[in-house]
């Protein structure tokens, strides 16, 4: 089975602009979670999706939305960037609405100038 | 809300030595517990969960981790420290009573010294 897939892996946008990033999970995992990694910061929690519905969002300002699509496959959006908008942005899917582990992605490497 | 406390940023251990790496949690009920290890330029890997039953959990790579709900602990273990072991370990708690997601820890550094 394909892991879980990030596109772009790397991007480089400058303030003010907008961005989206794309997650398509393991084949079959109907849930798709959204991190954002700094050195600071860890991980915190951006999105949960399940079956295209938002399960739980975190504590991130509305610049940061995202959807689900019917095959599962995820996209995140960040608008209005700023220089602390620098991450990495990690998704990871898992089986279903049950706590199993999640699988991760490799991240998409956002920097902001 | 549930939360989690590494509370080293970083750990040294030397090779074949024991190695512990530190997690504490807080959630309303029973908590179902994961780590995880994240190496250079990678996605975080998968390491062992406890979710009910033997409070001792084995996973990968030769890793455990004891649950302990009276200290709310769930400490990172492994027996001999391998170089290659050297990555960030994260541990994370989701709180099985509500519709709630996974929250991890900020990280604990390992570096396994020749």
């Known amino acids: 089975k394909a892991g879980v897939t990030q596109t772009p892996r790397y991007l480089i946008k400058t303030r003010g602009q907008q961005v989206t990033l794309s997650c398509s999970p393991i084949?079959?995992?109907?849930?798709v979670s959204w991190y954002q990694q700094t050195p600071g910061q860890g991980l915190q929690f951006l999105f949960e999706?399940?079956?295209?519905?938002?399960?739980n969002k975190g504590n991130f300002p509305g610049r940061f939305s995202g959807r689900q699509f019917s095959n599962s496959r995820s996209e995140m959006n960040v608008s209005t960037l700023e220089l602390g908008d620098s991450a990495l942005y990690l998704c990871?899917?898992?089986?279903?609405?049950?706590?199993?582990?999640?699988?991760f992605g490799p991240g998409t490497r956002l920097t902001v100038l | 809300a549930q939360s989690v406390a590494q509370p080293e940023d970083q750990v040294n251990v030397a090779e074949g030595n024991p190695l512990t790496v530190k997690c504490t949690y807080s959630v309303s009920g029973n908590p179902y517990l994961f780590w995880y290890v994240q190496y250079p330029n990678r996605g975080l890997q998968f390491l062992l969960k406890?979710?009910?039953?033997?409070?001792l959990v084995k996973g990968s790579y030769g890793f455990e981790a004891e649950f302990n709900k009276s200290q709310t602990s769930f400490h990172l273990k492994k027996p001999s420290a391998l170089v290659s072991d050297s990555a960030l370990y994260f541990c994370a708690v989701r709180d099985p009573g509500g519709n709630t997601p996974l929250v991890f820890g900020k990280g604990t550094r390992l570096s396994v010294i020749a």
């Open positions: 084949s079959g995992h109907r849930s």
């Open positions: 999706y399940f079956s295209e519905t938002q399960r």
């Open positions: 990871a899917s898992s089986a279903g609405a049950d706590p199993g582990e999640q699988f």
């Open positions: 406890y979710i009910t039953g033997d409070n």
